[in-house]
Antibody, heavy 116, light 112 residues
Framework: QVQLQESGPGLVKPSETLSLTCSVSGGTINSHYWSWIRQPPGKGLEWIGYIYYSGNTNYNPSLESRVNISVATSKRHLSLRLSSVTAEDTAVYYC??????????WGQGTAVTVSS | DIVMTQSPLSLPVTPGEPASISCRSSQSLLHLNGYKYLDWYLQKPGQSPRLLIYLGFSRASGVPDRFSGSGSGTDFTLKISRVEAEDVGIYYCMQSLQTPYTFGQGTRLEIK
């Protein structure tokens, strides 16, 4: 059974780059799309983007100039980088697998606060 | 972007009673392949979202059959035939027809 685990620094300073990792266990990264989603405190869900195992990406235009998603198949993990962060980037960040229909496996999420 | 609008935003329900949540999209979610790219997720308090329904009406693995999804190209409904206490949380619809994928605002289901 596939499990996802996000990790990264819980605190990032304004204007710096947020870097998160999503570790995949119990299954393969191959032949799947993988998404990042975030949720600001007390608010709804926002799709950040996805990556195919081959490396093809698709980003939310609202974040495209600042975001980069990569995959390290051999290392069984995905990465999210978001540059020039502000307080508006404070959120819980989730990674999720895109199954045959819907995002069928989610990580537990990692909270990131942007503050000096 | 496709705008997703849910109603109601708050839904108090008596255990054992049915519940219904509506989700409307600003454009049709019907793909040329005949599938409707609309999913439903439930986020229980303190947890990650969980997939309930995908492609408009298919139940995800392990989802009780009291949950059902239906809808046309732009109007979708999630129904719970008999609400149980464990169903509390926020329900989100999401379209995956085109990027950026977009979510509804969420509907908070609470037990009366």
């Amino acid at each position: 059974q596939v499990q996802l685990q996000e990790s990264g620094p819980g605190l990032v300073k304004p204007s710096e780059t947020l870097s998160l990792t999503c570790s995949v266990s119990g299954g393969t990264i191959n032949s799947h799309y993988w998404s990042w989603i975030r949720q600001p405190p007390g608010k709804g869900l926002e799709w950040i983007g996805y990556i195919y195992y081959s490396g093809n990406t698709n980003y939310n235009p609202s974040l495209e100039s600042r975001v980069n998603i990569s995959v390290a198949t051999s290392k069984r993990h995905l990465s999210l980088r978001l540059s020039s962060v502000t307080a508006e980037d404070t959120a819980v960040y989730y990674c999720a697998r895109l199954g045959a229909g819907g995002m069928d496996v989610w990580g537990q999420g990692t909270a990131v606060t942007v503050s000096s | 972007d496709i705008v997703m609008t849910q109603s109601p935003l708050s839904l108090p329900v008596t255990p054992g009673e049915p519940a219904s949540i509506s989700c409307r999209s600003s454009q049709s979610l019907l793909h040329l392949n005949g599938y409707k790219y609309l999913d439903w997720y439930l986020q229980k308090p303190g947890q990650s979202p969980r997939l309930l329904i995908y492609l408009g009406f298919s139940r995800a693995s392990g989802v009780p059959d009291r949950f059902s999804g239906s809808g046309s190209g732009t109007d979708f409904t999630l129904k719970i035939s008999r609400v149980e206490a464990e169903d509390v949380g926020i329900y989100y619809c999401m379209q995956s027809l085109q990027t950026p994928y977009t979510f509804g605002q969420g509907t908070r289901l609470e037990i009366k």
